[in-house]
């Protein structure tokens, strides 16, 4: 059982009373109803890729692990409706690589995309680098199969862009990670495949030209803009110092740099062109030092590994203290100046790995120690250092959790950061949804 034991990093593991692998939604809804019958507690698991432990069961030993990676059917592609219908432990590349066969684009895309599953996206609400354009899993979700905390199934895969019959429930299964039910198949949008694709990294004297330069590119591109993530050189000199083949794609360092994508439908939209023009005009107002375009699909993917290998980089420093948060974007360089110093002055050589999907205000706000020092010294530094970082993100009006979830590590802060009134209203729909508190408990909501 080690496998569902422990997650990605290992930064979290339990003690399964056993994992169960059911092959299709009558069998879940069939184990469902056995534990519900004598009591014991299910933590569902897609491709355990998660990042704050929420896919991982306690130490009891009294906790089933419910994987979904037996269910991985594409169960229906209808072109005329521009929708996908799949079982929730489908890969999320294999829903990708199903869409483009279909001559579709399924837009979400991350890191994990190799191991993540459909279920883990939606009980999350995934993010990555497209939300820009597409939006998160919220966005891209029209209908829902899902087994209920009594074994009960509600279908509700309906692929209906209007619906208004009342409360909108399969909202509430999204982002859940998985104490409200087992989600087991959904109905995902699709959208025209992308035929003309430009991709530049991008050297910045600071984040405040990253936000000019979102401001540039929106004026000159338009809704073409389907990424825009930014790193700090801390950043990228963990991947060239950790990722096999990684080359800086400059001479020389730069403080900061962004890495942008914009795609059109149209073969001969001239995106290119539409790029070096827009960075032109960057680079000559002092908003860029120094950019390449990508000319050819295999240097676009060589700069996107760049940025997708900071996260397994930084895991050979020492334990990342990983803070995934978000500030509007116009909020973005305060929110760093401040945080920076002060966690500079709790700290002193604390490295900072600020990276992310920031065209979305979607911060990575990652903390490595010191060189030479010890990792448990820097752990035990870890709650204060989290304080400092979700104190200046609400301050700034932000969230302490964009993209991936509460899970284990952020439930109990939480409360600290939402108001009364909105925990009460999430109490009620868990005692509403799961009365008896077996779908998932410990993770999500504060005790
Ligand atoms: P798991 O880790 O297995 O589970 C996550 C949660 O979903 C748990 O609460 C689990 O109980 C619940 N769950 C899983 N399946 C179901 C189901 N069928 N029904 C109900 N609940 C279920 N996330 C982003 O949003 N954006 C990123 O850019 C991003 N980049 C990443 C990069 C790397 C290198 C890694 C390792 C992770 C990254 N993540 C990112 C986090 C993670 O991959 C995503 O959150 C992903 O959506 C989790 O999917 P999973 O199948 O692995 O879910
Ligand atoms: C990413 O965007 O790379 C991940 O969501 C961030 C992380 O691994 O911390
Ligand atoms: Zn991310």
Redesign the pocket.
């Known amino acids: 059982m080690a496998g569902y034991a422990s997650d990605?990093r290992n930064a979290y593991s339990g003690t399964p009373a056993a994992v169960v692998r059911p092959g299709g939604t009558e069998e879940v809804a069939a184990v469902v109803a056995l534990c519900a019958e004598a009591g014991v507690a299910m933590?569902?698991?897609?491709?355990?890729?998660?990042?704050c432990g929420?896919?991982v069961p306690d130490h009891t030993g009294g906790q089933v692990v419910l994987s979904?990676t037996r269910m991985r059917r594409i169960r229906d592609v209808d072109l005329a409706n521009q929708t996908i219908t799949v079982e929730?432990g489908a890969v999320l590349k294999s829903v990708q690589a199903a869409a483009a066969a279909a001559g579709r684009l399924f837009p979400l895309s991350?890191?994990?995309e190799g191991?993540?599953?459909i279920?883990?996206?939606l009980?999350?609400n995934?993010?990555?680098?497209g939300v820009l354009r597409y939006g998160t899993m919220r966005d891209l979700t029209l209908g829902l199969e899902v087994v209920l905390p009594d074994g009960r199934i509600w279908n509700g895969l309906r692929g209906l862009r209007k619906d208004n019959t009342g409360y909108d429930l399969k909202q509430l299964f999204i982002g859940a990670?998985?104490t409200l039910g087992?989600?087991t198949a959904a109905v995902l949008k699709l959208f025209p495949a992308v035929r003309n694709r430009a991709t530049a990294w991008i050297a910045l004297p600071g984040p405040q030209a990253g936000i000019d330069l979102i401001g540039i590119l929106r004026e000159q591109a338009g809704d073409r803009l389907t990424g825009f993530e930014i790193m700090s050189r801390q950043s990228l000199g963990f991947v060239l110092r950790h990722a096999s083949g990684a080359r800086d794609p400059f001479g020389e360092r730069h403080p900061w740099y962004a890495l942008v994508e914009l795609n059109d439908t149209l073969p001969a939209a001239g995106l290119d062109g539409v790029l070096e023009s827009a960075l032109g005009d960057a680079i000559g107002t002092g908003v860029v030092s120094d950019a390449v375009i990508a000319s050819s699909p295999a240097q676009a993917a060589a700069l996107w590994a760049l940025r997708e290998g900071i996260?397994?980089a930084q895991n050979h420093e020492g334990p990342s203290l990983k803070h995934d948060v978000s500030v509007p974007v116009s909020r973005i360089p305060t929110f760093l100046a401040r945080t920076d110093r002060a966690l500079r002055e709790l700290v002193p050589g604390i490295r900072i790995v600020t990276y992310g999907h920031v065209g979305d205000g979607n911060l990575h706000y990652n903390l490595s120690k010191p060189e030479r020092s010890g990792d448990a010294e820097f752990q035990a530094r870890a709650a204060d250092l989290a304080r400092v970082i979700y104190d200046a993100t609400s301050a700034c009006d932000g969230s302490i959790s964009a993209?991936?979830g509460l899970?284990q590590s952020k439930r109990g802060i939480v409360a600290d950061y939402k108001g009364r009134h909105e925990l009460d209203l999430m109490r009620g729909l868990k005692q509403l949804f799961d009365p008896r508190g077996l779908m998932?408990p410990g993770?999500l909501l504060p005790d």
């Open positions: 990605w933590v569902p698991q897609g491709g355990n890729t998660g990042l929420a896919a979904l929730a991350l890191g994990a191991s993540c599953t279920g883990g996206n009980a999350t995934a993010g990555g680098t990670e998985g087992v989600i996260s397994e993209e991936h899970g998932n993770k």
